[in-house]
């Protein structure tokens, strides 16, 4: 069945780059996504690419997708304390807003 | 631009009673579907709606039902609760998927937190 995966923690000094990773099952994957969680709020879209890409860019954020080996990560460049929260990735087939998510990880961010 | 509405926010009810959430898309977005959040399960697929229909279900017991509004206001209903329904419950919307601009960009709301005593 469809399955994602991701690490359950990840600690950075402030000002360095944070990479995320994260493995999904699903091969015919349309859209994968990058929310991000706060204490006591609901997900924030970051950013999300369309599975015939390979890159993409969208200021700080950085989300690299290996198709063959079913492979998404998220790198912040320049991180800060606010990037602190959980980050999930998730994937859709794309006729349908079903989202298979994973586990979510923890990013703490050290000052 | 208003973002996804939910309301309540926070709720307390007790076992066997009933709950019913409501969800407001952002303004022309005529998907919605529904996630229930928990630290056991994570993040789960409830059901999704587009233009008053039920497009897509998640594996959850009949207890658990929704529908939407011709205006695309989308409510759920949990019937006969029980202590493991506590979770967060987060709506999202979007363009549908497949009919007009597909920009894959699907917007959650801040969640109605269900408290089962």
């Known amino acids: 069945g469809e399955d994602v995966e991701q690490s359950l923690f990840l600690s950075v000094r402030e000002g360095d780059s944070s990479v995320i990773n994260c493995t999904y099952t699903?091969?015919?994957?349309?859209?994968l996504y990058w929310y991000k969680q706060e204490p006591g709020a609901g997900l924030q879209l970051l950013t999300y690419?369309?599975?015939?890409?390979d890159m993409k860019q969208d200021q700080r954020l950085t989300v690299l997708l290996n198709k063959k080996d079913k492979h998404l990560s998220l790198r912040i460049a320049d991180t800060q304390t606010g990037d602190s929260a959980i980050y999930f990735c998730?994937?859709?087939?794309?006729?349908?807003?079903?989202?298979?998510f994973g586990t979510g990880t923890l990013l703490a961010v050290q000052p | 631009k208003a973002g996804v509405t939910q309301t309540p926010r926070y709720l307390i009810k007790t076992r066997g009673q009933q709950v019913t959430l409501s969800c407001s898309p952002i303004?022309?977005?005529?998907?919605v579907s529904w996630y229930q959040q928990t630290p056991g399960q994570g993040l789960q697929f409830l059901f999704e709606?587009?233009?008053?229909?039920?497009?897509n279900k998640g594996n959850f017991p009949g207890r658990f039902s929704g529908r939407q509004f011709s205006n695309s206001r989308s409510e759920m209903n949990v019937s006969t609760l029980e202590l493991g329904d506590s979770a967060l419950y987060l709506c999202?919307?979007?363009?549908?998927?497949?009919?007009?601009?597909?920009?894959?960009?699907?917007?959650f709301g801040e969640g109605s937190r269900l408290t089962v005593l």
């Open positions: 303004s022309g977005h005529r998907s």
């Open positions: 699903d091969s015919s994957s349309t859209y």
């Open positions: 999202a919307s979007s363009f549908p998927t497949g009919v007009g601009p597909n920009t894959g960009e699907l917007f």
């Open positions: 690419i369309f599975s015939n890409m």
């Open positions: 998730a994937e859709s087939g794309g006729a349908t807003n079903k989202l298979i």
């Open positions: 709606y587009f233009s008053e229909t039920q497009r």
